[in-house]
């Protein structure tokens, strides 16, 4: 069969992992890591309601109120975090299609849904395993983008605000301008949410720091010194040069489990190759 012919049908995730909306953020969230996926599908009396991602806990980390005032995962229900009436397809629907919706609509996953019954789900990565991607011409430095940066030391409630108003994805950098890591919306959404969030002053939180010198790892700090980019990054990151053709990165990305890779160039930071960019090759 040809790849432009392929369907949702072929490529989608079934059965499809689901929770109701007065099932706990924290419940969701578990699962999510126990299984591996970044989003479950909220099903409320047998019918599709929402659905929930790694991106919707990551986001609502950064809240306006005190921390006194804030409710734990586990007194939070779904219903408050999860994205409703999601844009569905039907089994028969072409993946070529699927991939501009994504690009569209800004979304990272479709239910399939066969009259009223879902059936499957569709995702980024289950688009990235397609025919499809194995297709793609050109190199990296043909559809990279100019990596977004943060110091190690600035705070996550800067970082949360950059993800928001840059499209997430960040690269996290030394003093010297060296990579130190990268962080994602799974970064926060995981390792996030026990730490002690400061007020966004857009600037890098050393004061604390100082008081504990030579320490490089987030064990190491007192529970009161304010949780920075650096102690919720993913390290190393995973570089690849702008001269690969993109089928080599797709591969390099599946081989990393990763979504994203740093692209350097002569030892330097060039930008970054995100799993959207090739989605968007995809849906030319």
């Known amino acids: 069969m040809p790849a432009s012919y392929l369907a949702a049908s ?3 995730s079934s059965p499809v992992f ?23 599908l909220v099903i409320d009396g047998g ?11 990551a986001y609502r980390l950064k809240q306006p109120e005190a921390a006194w005032k804030r409710r734990p995962p586990d007194r939070i229900p779904v219903r408050e975090y999860m994205t409703g009436n999601p ?14 919706t994504f690009v569209a609509k800004e979304i990272s996953c479709v239910p399939v849904v066969d009259h009223t019954a879902v059936v499957g789900i569709v995702t980024k990565g289950d688009l990235m395993k397609s025919a499809l991607v194995s297709d793609l011409k050109g190199t990296v430095g043909d559809v990279m983008e100019d990596a977004v940066t943060v110091n190690r030391w600035h705070s996550l409630a800067h970082v ?4 928001q108003e840059r499209g997430g994805k960040l690269v996290v950098v030394n003093k010297d301008g060296s990579v130190a890591g990268i962080l994602t919306e799974t970064s926060l959404a995981i390792h996030g949410k026990n730490k002690r969030w400061p007020e966004d002053t857009g600037k890098p939180s050393t ?27 993913t390290s190393p990151a995973i ?29 330097s930071l060039a930008g970054i190759l995100k799993r959207d960019d090739i989605i968007k090759e995809v849906a030319k």
Do not use: C, F
């Not at 019918?47 to 991106?55: D, F, I, Y």
């Not at 949360?160 to 993800?163: A, I, K, S």
């Not at 100082?210 to 990054?233: N, Q």
């Open 160 to 163: 949360v605000t950059l993800m």
């Open 207 to 233: 004061k604390d720091r100082k008081e504990y010198p030579g320490t490089e790892r987030a064990g190491d700090y007192p529970s009161d010194v304010p949780a920075t980019a650096g102690d919720v990054m």
């Open 18 to 40: 689901a929770v109701g909306p007065s099932d706990t953020v924290s419940h969701a969230k578990n699962l999510m890591i126990r299984h591996r996926i970044s989003r479950v």
């Open 87 to 100: 844009i569905v397809v039907s089994p028969e629907a072409r993946l070529r299609s699927i991939a501009g």
């Open 239 to 267: 570089a690849i040069g702008p001269e690969n053709t993109l089928v080599s990165a797709v591969r390099q990305m599946q081989d990393e489990q990763v979504n994203n890779l740093v692209v350097v160039e002569n030892g």
């Open 10 to 12: 072929d490529v989608m």
């Open 47 to 57: 019918r599709l309601a929402g659905v929930m991602t790694q991106k919707d806990i």
